[in-house]
């Protein structure tokens, strides 16, 4: 199943001369959801001081350790970490990315890994479960999110940076860190408008080293996009590490922030002149050939008949 967030409706006709400072939080959650708490509320409001009006937190900034654990500690929407967030994003009248949480939901055994768009006005304005499950083998550390997570079924677009008196704003693709992985989730992004891309991540030490920025980087030029990305850093309950170098990048590929390897946000300003620009000057995405073309070729090495 594939949609689009209502929220993303009223954004056609944006402003591309428009300006939008952006922040990423960069943090080291662990098990103690009270500590993770305030370290999510210090740093955001240390973008926020920056001057950013949308802050994107990382992906399961509420609690981070042992499966058990994080499944005893998941929370609901009507939970502390949601009441935060909206009452964050209320206070400051700003666009809020809730990272990502570990959702618990009515009639399911398992959790959702959820991320959050909550707008200005405290209210949710986006949903988004993580598609993608991470259930890999990094550095002899064997990962199975899938034994305690649901995977979504839906493509999420929302509208971010809205102008009070337009209606008018920008269109923000969500995903959700291993979703990075995936480039046609994020072509079926930009192909419903988005403009930007949010990334909230807790990728791993060796994985940030040799892949993160190669990755972020790829996906912003191929969809001609923003990409924001906020990163876990540091040591999570058992022993496993998440390597920071949270990012801001810019539709041509070029990092307009990189966060030092410490908790910190760090914040850039998009200049949606220069997206339209790059789309003008090399238009690849209006240059794709029929979806179908493309499924042949993957399965023959011939032409098909």
């Known amino acids: 199943m594939l949609t689009v967030a209502s929220a993303a409706a009223a954004a056609s006709g944006a402003d591309v001369g428009a300006k939008l400072r952006v922040g990423a939080v960069q943090l080291n959650a662990t098990e103690d959801v009270e500590a993770n708490l305030e370290t999510a509320d210090r740093l955001a409001r240390q973008a926020v001081r920056d001057g950013a009006a949308l802050v994107v937190l990382p992906e399961k900034w509420t609690v981070l350790g042992r499966g058990e654990?994080?499944?005893?500690r998941a929370q609901t929407l009507d939970g502390e970490a949601v009441?935060?967030?909206?009452?964050?994003?209320?206070?400051?009248?700003i666009d809020l990315i809730a990272?990502?949480?570990v959702h618990r939901r009515a009639g399911s055994a398992k959790t959702?890994?959820?991320?959050?768009?909550?707008?200005?006005?405290?209210?949710?304005l986006a949903s988004y479960d993580k598609l993608h499950m991470f259930d890999v083998e990094v550095d002899g550390t064997r990962y199975t999110e899938s034994e305690h997570e649901q995977p979504g079924e839906s493509v999420?677009?929302?509208?971010?940076?809205?102008n009070p008196q337009t209606d008018q704003g920008h269109l923000l693709g969500m995903s959700i860190c291993y979703d990075l992985r995936f480039p046609e989730l994020y072509r079926a992004l930009s192909e419903r408008g988005a403009e930007i891309?949010?990334?909230?991540?807790?990728?791993?030490?060796a994985t940030t080293?040799?892949?993160?920025?190669t990755l972020l980087r790829a996906r912003a030029i191929e969809n001609?996009?923003?990409?924001i990305a906020a990163n876990q850093i540091g040591p999570h309950p058992p022993g496993n590490r998440s390597g920071g170098r949270s990012m801001i990048v810019d539709p041509w590929g070029i990092p307009l922030a990189v966060a030092p390897d410490c908790e910190t946000a760090i914040v850039a300003d998009l200049d949606f002149a220069l997206l339209a620009d790059v789309r003008a000057r090399l238009p690849a995405l209006t240059h794709r050939r029929a979806p179908g073309l493309y499924a042949a070729a993957q399965s023959s090495g011939r032409p098909a008949p």
């Open 197 to 205: 891309l949010a990334v909230p991540s807790a990728f791993t030490l």
């Open 99 to 101: 990272g990502s949480f």
């Open 224 to 227: 001609q996009c923003f990409v």
């Open 156 to 162: 999420v677009v929302t509208t971010v940076g809205a």
């Open 209 to 213: 080293r040799d892949h993160w920025e």
């Open 69 to 72: 654990v994080m499944q005893d």
């Open 112 to 124: 959702a890994n959820t991320s959050l768009h909550v707008g200005p006005d405290g209210e949710i």
């Open 83 to 93: 009441r935060w967030a909206r009452a964050l994003a209320r206070e400051h009248h």
